[in-house]
């Protein structure tokens, strides 16, 4: 019997038991020997609960017990997270997380401290929510030289952006509709300004690349600032706006990484993920395109991903499963000399001024609207677009990069 404990019991801590323990038989015999939560860490009890036996709130507890062997830190953040976690490896403890945020911030230093110790330290369920993608990264796609990873990575933002396309709503009446329903936050902060995928494109990118992809460096841009009028000449144009999180490689070591809003072509497959639904579009380059795509958060899916890792742990005690992300920083490109094609949103008053500025590849207008206009630039360097941009000041009123 392999003994389990489990970090936190909110949201996602709570699915990871009810997994296991709903699913006892197909988890079982998929680990093949028996797994038994034997502890819950959290600072609260749970009079009720079903498994308030188990709850405890003495880590040292865990820690210390010989017995188990594997635990799920669904605790998240990055500071007693982090200490529990290391600690745990450091005892020769697998743990699995959920913590996208530890991921990204620790990711390779705890890789290596599971390895040091014959142990394993598995994070599926931290991008992605339940869709399978880490593993695929690291064993099925491994004859492969993953040359970009396009990914919608974040469903709070992606539903604000199908309510806007398809009600024509703006940013905030559906941000707020999005927090009464519980898919935003009270504080949506690292979701609507992109922090959350930066997080999850930055693990995508160091596994890519075999080295280290600070997402502190990556380049990251919100939602907020697009409107219902851009949605307006979307739809004319045959396009969509989604938020993207892209990863592309330059060379053995120079990757490109950044968040942004994306104007993309309606036939484009990412374009067709709506409401809280994720996916991740990988090119590889003797596969080519593959998508993979489901559910990106939510306390079933989740849980799903991170009892995943907990069965692979188990068929693997005492042996470390291969995870290529190695301490050493990935050279990141300089954004500002990338070349971009843009949609550029300005004041009709200005036409003859962003014509002048930009080479264009055409000029859009929309029959009743006369109050502005818009065009598609063919490519140019991120910095000067900008220069250009505040050479005209406010006739701009919106501008997004095309995929």
């Given at each position: 019997m392999v003994q389990v404990a489990v970090l936190g019991y909110g949201t996602v801590g709570s699915g990871v038991v009810e997994v296991i323990e709903k699913n006892k038989d197909m988890v079982n015999k998929k680990a093949g020997q028996e797994?038994?939560?034997?502890?819950?860490?959290?600072?609260?009890?749970?009079?009720?609960?079903?498994?308030?036996?188990?709850?405890?709130?003495?880590?040292?507890?865990?820690?210390?017990?010989?017995?188990?062997?594997?635990?799920?830190?669904?605790?998240?953040?990055?500071?007693?997270?982090?200490?529990?976690?290391?600690?745990?490896?450091e005892k020769g403890k697998s743990v699995c997380t959920s913590n996208k945020e530890l991921v990204a911030k620790h990711g390779p230093e705890l890789l290596q401290t599971a390895k040091a110790h014959h142990c394993n330290y598995l994070f599926e369920a931290s991008v992605g929510g339940g869709i399978p993608?880490?593993?695929p990264l690291n064993y099925s796609l491994t004859a492969e030289r993953i040359e970009a990873i396009n990914g919608i990575l974040n469903g709070t933002t992606n539903y604000i952006l199908t309510k806007m396309e398809k009600e024509g709503a703006d940013f905030?009446?559906?941000?707020?509709?999005?927090?009464?329903?519980?898919?935003?936050?009270?504080?949506?902060?690292?979701?609507?300004?992109?922090?959350?995928?930066?997080?999850?494109?930055?693990?995508?990118?160091?596994?890519?690349?075999?080295?280290?992809?600070?997402?502190?460096?990556?380049?990251?841009?919100?939602?907020?600032?697009?409107?219902?009028?851009?949605?307006v000449y979307a739809k004319a144009a045959g396009k969509s706006i989604k938020l993207l999180a892209r990863s592309k490689a330059l060379g053995e070591e120079e990757v490109l990484a950044m968040v942004a809003p994306f104007m993309l072509d309606k036939e484009h497959p990412l374009a067709m993920v709506n409401d809280v639904f994720n996916a991740v579009f990988v090119t590889g380059n003797m596969l080519g395109d593959s998508m993979y795509y489901g559910r990106g958060a939510g306390k079933l899916p989740t849980a799903s991903a991170v009892v995943s890792d907990v069965v692979d742990c188990a068929r693997h005690l005492g042996k470390v499963i291969m995870c290529f992300w190695e301490e050493k920083d990935a050279k990141l490109a300089d954004l500002d000399n990338v070349e971009s094609r843009y949609f550029l949103r300005a004041k009709a008053s200005a036409r003859a001024a962003v014509?002048?500025?930009?080479?264009?590849?055409?000029?859009?207008?929309?029959?009743?609207?006369?109050?502005?206009?818009?065009?598609?630039?063919?490519?140019?360097?991120?910095?000067?677009?900008?220069?250009?941009?505040?050479e005209l000041g406010s006739a701009v009123e919106s501008r997004i990069r095309l995929f």
């Open positions: 797994l038994n939560v034997k502890y819950i860490l959290d600072l609260k009890d749970f009079p009720g609960d079903p498994y308030e036996s188990k709850v405890i709130h003495d880590f040292d507890q865990i820690v210390n017990d010989d017995d188990v062997a594997i635990v799920c830190e669904t605790m998240g953040g990055v500071g007693v997270a982090y200490q529990f976690t290391k600690a745990l490896l993608i880490i593993r905030d009446s559906v941000l707020k509709e999005a927090q009464e329903k519980g898919y935003a936050e009270r504080n949506p902060e690292a979701d609507v300004e992109g922090h959350d995928a930066c997080r999850k494109i930055a693990i995508l990118s160091s596994l890519m690349t075999g080295m280290n992809v600070d997402s502190e460096k990556i380049y990251t841009e919100g939602i907020t600032k697009v409107t219902a009028a851009d949605f014509e002048a500025a930009f080479d264009c590849e055409e000029v859009l207008t929309v029959p009743g609207r006369t109050e502005d206009f818009a065009v598609f630039t063919k490519p140019v360097k991120e910095r000067d677009f900008a220069a250009k941009c505040e």
